[in-house]
């Protein structure tokens, strides 16, 4: 049921990025649904499920056409993504605030880890002025999306698994 | 905070699978395996998705040009109210048609044989990548490396190719370079995509001239893959100047709408021979302009027909 529920929420968020998202001309780039639900089921979650979990979901986005760059890369950024979220687990009394900033912080890491990456193989999509321009704009309209998206991801996902407060060691 | 030996060992294990991958991927250059079964799997998907979310998607598109459709509408009234009229009543289906019609027409006119085809999905990764998705794929014939063209000119090539959908790299790509002839003239050189940064193209041959307002159309590959000849790519803007420079840079304004494009040619065969600047839109515009989409002035007279 967890699995289950997790992998309609990634899958859905990979489709509605490329199909209906990412082509609104916003300016300056794009919010990246897959980072917010990765951060919303990690913090329900815990560090484990969320760099598993984030490391499928990057799988998945580094596949789904028409993404057109080395395998691997969006893995290696959302697991991180994941487990640095799923740190913050149980924390109870965690504001709205304190989500927004772990939603700011994991779409920061996702574009850092994705183009530090590139910049190491080369890339030559990935400068300066591309990197400033996707970090600035995707953890802004993240962050604009966090309070919409993050509480029904993880409300969801705590409904599906009421007992169960992620993988525990 | 809640951490554990285990939840680290995991990450580090995910961390060094997902630099494997990346290691070989990136050895086996184009595409590779998982690729082709993104495409495969994710794609007749995609398709289904877009089915359904299409008028979502044209609204918000629409919504970032209304301020060129303003210019335009303003243009059209003086010239002409019937035309005016049914610019109001223009719908997406229309818009649909009117695209295809014109992709058709420029297909037409370089008798290009092409397979049309709709975009269903844009953009890979986190904004660094313009790519796009289209509803073609290896069973209507397409293959990795043909162009892909629509009413205005060049959109791109195909990098990827599954079944039933195909990758396009588009002209607005970083990665995207193509060859390029000066309107008029012999002059070759290169376009490259810019990313957000503007498109340009770089004269080859240092004694040559170019100056804004010049068109430029595209120049054939060998084997006419992955670019056919005389396709319109766009117009210069901008000299850069050059101070020692062996070769001459400029910036371009491609006629191509990049953040809007819907319908879609893929040139599966192209004539030996097309004629010369044929292909560019019938009458050049006395000032160059800086409008955003120079190529999309409605021409009211149809454009003199095949070349034979």
Redesign the interface.
């Known amino acids: 049921m967890r699995r289950l529920v997790s992998t309609a929420f990634v899958v859905t968020a990979l489709l509605v990025q490329v199909t209906i998202l990412n082509r609104i001309p916003l300016p300056n780039g794009r919010p990246d649904l897959v980072v917010l639900v990765v951060v919303a089921l990690a913090l329900v979650r815990g560090p484990e499920y969320g760099a598993i979990l984030g490391f499928l979901s990057g799988l998945a986005a580094d596949v789904v056409p028409p993404a057109d760059h080395t395998m691997g890369r969006l893995a290696l950024a959302y697991a991180a993504v994941g487990y640095a979220a799923g740190l913050l687990e149980d924390a109870e009394e965690r504001s709205v605030f304190a989500t927004v900033l772990v939603v700011a912080a994991g779409s920061a890491l996702a574009v850092i880890g994705y183009a530090g990456v590139g910049a190491l193989l080369g890339d030559e999509r990935i400068t300066l002025a591309a990197l400033g321009n996707s970090l600035v704009a995707t953890v802004i309209y993240d962050v604009v999306l966090a309070p919409f998206v993050v509480p029904v991801v993880s409300g969801a996902a705590r409904r599906a698994d009421p007992a169960g407060y992620g993988v525990r060691p | 905070?809640?951490?554990?030996?285990?939840?680290?060992l995991?990450?580090a294990l995910?961390?060094l699978?997902?630099?494997?991958?990346?290691t070989?991927?990136?050895r086996s250059n184009a595409g590779?395996p998982?690729?082709t079964?993104?495409?495969a799997?994710?794609?007749p998907?995609?398709r289904a998705?877009?089915d359904v979310?299409r008028p979502?998607?044209s609204f918000?598109?629409s919504?970032?040009?209304l301020s060129s459709y303003r210019a335009d509408n303003a243009k059209l009234r003086k010239q002409n109210q019937a035309l005016r009229e049914q610019l109001r009543l223009t719908d997406a289906e229309r818009a649909r048609l009117r695209s295809m019609e014109q992709v058709m027409g420029l297909a037409g006119r370089a008798q290009f044989r092409i397979v049309p085809a709709q975009v269903?999905?844009?953009?890979?990764?986190?904004?660094?990548?313009w790519?796009?998705?289209i509803d073609v794929g290896s069973r209507d014939g397409i293959q990795t490396n043909m162009t892909v063209i629509n009413g205005d000119g060049l959109v791109g090539k195909t990098?990827?190719v599954?079944p039933t959908?195909t990758?396009?790299?588009l002209g607005r790509?970083?990665?995207f370079t193509a060859g390029a002839r000066l309107e008029g003239t012999n002059e070759i050189g290169h376009v490259d995509g810019g990313?957000?940064?503007p498109m340009t193209f770089t004269l080859l041959g240092s004694s040559s001239t170019m100056k804004p307002g010049d068109r430029l159309v595209s120049f054939a590959s060998i084997g006419n893959r992955p670019f056919v000849a005389e396709v319109p790519i766009g117009r210069i803007v901008r000299v850069f100047p050059e101070p020692g420079q062996l070769f001459r840079t400029a910036v371009v304004a491609p006629f191509v709408d990049f953040?809007?494009i819907d319908v879609v040619g893929v040139v599966v065969a192209s004539p030996r021979t097309i004629r010369r600047d044929s292909l560019l839109p019938p009458s050049p515009r006395p000032s160059p302009s800086q409008s955003r989409s120079p190529g999309r002035s409605p021409s009211p007279t149809p454009s003199p027909s095949g070349t034979g």
Request: net charge neutral; charged share 20%.
């Open positions: 905070m809640r951490d554990s030996r285990r939840a680290r995991v990450l995910l961390l699978t997902a630099f494997t991958l990346i070989l991927d990136y590779g998982f690729r079964i993104g495409n799997v994710f794609g998907v995609e998705v877009a979310a979502v998607g918000f598109g919504l970032g040009h269903i999905a844009v953009d890979g990764a986190l904004g660094f990548e790519t796009a998705t990098v990827e599954g959908t990758t396009v790299l790509d970083p990665k990313g957000r940064q953040t809007s």
